[in-house]
């Protein structure tokens, strides 16, 4: 009985200090300060999965655009034809494809924390601003019979604000862009995040990534692409207002597309075909 009077009376004096008193006032942003981050939390713990859901969701939503564009591949659905895909993990730096890998458990941003499964971009080549990247990455081919008819690459890179997640498919050909699309993002709404404009990704088809010389072209110009003017199959039009951001998209197709990126993989793959 003691001890409650005792609570009790400290309760009621605390209660009785006046509002403006700076030692009440600060233990009451304390508290509060302490149960909006115990909630917010607790909300990021419990929603984890779900967020990775999502993620997972949107990014398979985005490679079922860019396949349901193919020729044919309606065929596959149907148990018809000889288009098949194919989902492999990939060696970067050989090229070739990693033997009894298992693309479904591989994450990528993951392996690139790991320092055994990811190596350092030298400052002068990175032109992602990655720091570190993982060592192998999934790619999505699909063959009509054995011939390569699409290969789908991950690519991401450091933009304005944030870092840039998406897919780029190339042709069979392996030079000629059928799509590009972005998934993930924080760059500024209106702005940035015009890379998500399907009238603007549209422009990326049919544009071509190496020059006669073999030299990665691909980028965002700075301002309106006009038809026939020298570059004009290499580039897009640059995005008004959101120049950083564009910058970053010409940066981390360059650099994935590059000898640090994908190039060994798709020289690999236009030399042995399917064969890695």
């Known amino acids: ?13 605390f209660v009785s200090v006046p509002n403006d008193r ?18 917010v939390a607790t909300s990021s713990v419990l929603l984890r999965p779900r ?81 570190r990247v993982a060592r192998e990455a999934i790619v999505h081919i699909v063959f009509d019979g054995e011939r390569v008819q699409l290969v789908i690459l991950p690519v991401y890179g450091q933009g304005f604000v944030s870092t840039i997640y998406g897919y780029l498919a190339l042709d069979g050909d392996l030079n000629t862009i059928r799509a590009l699309v972005f998934y993930e993002h924080a760059e500024t709404p209106g702005l940035g995040s015009m890379i998500e404009d399907r009238r603007w990704l549209a422009q990326w088809r049919g544009k071509l990534v190496r020059d006669a010389q073999g030299e990665v072209r691909i980028g965002v110009a700075p301002g309106p692409v006009a038809a026939g003017t020298p570059g ?19 940066s981390l197709l360059r650099f994935w597309l590059g000898e640090d990126g994908f190039g060994p993989f798709v020289k690999r793959l236009a030399t042995n075909g399917g064969d890695g």
């Open 1 to 13: 009985m003691v001890e409650r009077r005792a609570n009790g009376g400290v309760w009621r004096r």
């Open 22 to 39: 700076l030692p009440k006032a600060l233990t009451v942003v304390g508290f509060v300060c302490f149960v909006c981050s115990l909630l």
């Open 51 to 131: 967020q990775l859901a999502n993620r997972a969701a949107e990014r398979a939503r985005l490679i079922g655009e860019i396949l349901g564009d193919v020729p044919g591949l309606e065929e596959l659905t149907q148990g018809l034809g000889s288009i098949r895909i194919e989902t492999r993990l990939v060696d970067l730096e050989s090229g070739g494809f990693v033997e009894g890998g298992e693309p479904g458990a591989f994450d990528a941003r993951t392996a690139a924390e790991d320092p055994a499964r990811s190596r350092a971009v030298p400052p002068e080549r990175d032109l992602a601003d990655l720091g």
């Open 232 to 250: 004009a199959v290499h580039a897009v039009d640059g995005l008004t207002g959101a120049t950083y951001t564009a910058e970053g998209v010409t």
